[in-house]
Nanobody
Framework: QVQLVESGGGLVQAGGSLRPSCAASGSILRANTMRWYRQAPGKQRELVAAVTSGGRTNYPDSVKGRFTISSDNAKNTVYLQMINLEPEDTAVYYC?????????????????WGQGTQVTVSS
């Protein structure tokens, strides 16, 4: 099994910064993509940042220029640097990873989600 553990959420004032991280554990051969999603109360989960093993990144317009995703492939860890935070960024932030891992002795594709970390931005 591949497990994702997030940390680094919290409460911050508007205009502030946070840098949550997500560490993947397990017998991972390769994490092809690691992503951050968020879900605000009453809203659907939405993608806010993605990075491939080759370093390509993708962001929606709502966070472009304010959020930066980066990864440490050797540690299977992904970070989300968030600056100029707005109250609208308040949500539970979830980490996602997809790739290949050794599970019960067999190389398998995997998809895993973290438990989520709360980010609250006060006005």
């Amino acid at each position: 099994q591949v497990q994702l553990v997030e940390s680094g959420g919290g409460l911050v004032q508007a205009g502030g910064s946070l840098r949550p991280s997500c560490a993947a554990s397990g017998s991972i051969l390769r994490a092809n993509t690691m992503r951050w999603y968020r879900q605000a109360p009453g809203k659907q989960r939405e993608l806010v940042a993605a990075v491939t093993s080759g370093g390509r990144t993708n962001y929606p317009d709502s966070v472009k220029g304010r959020f930066t995703i980066s990864s440490d492939n050797a540690k299977n860890t992904v970070y989300l640097q968030m600056i100029n935070l707005e109250p609208e960024d308040t949500a539970v932030y979830y980490c996602y990873a997809g790739g290949e891992a050794w599970i019960t002795g067999t190389l398998r594709d995997f998809e895993s989600w973290g438990q989520g970390t709360q980010v609250t931005v006060s006005s």
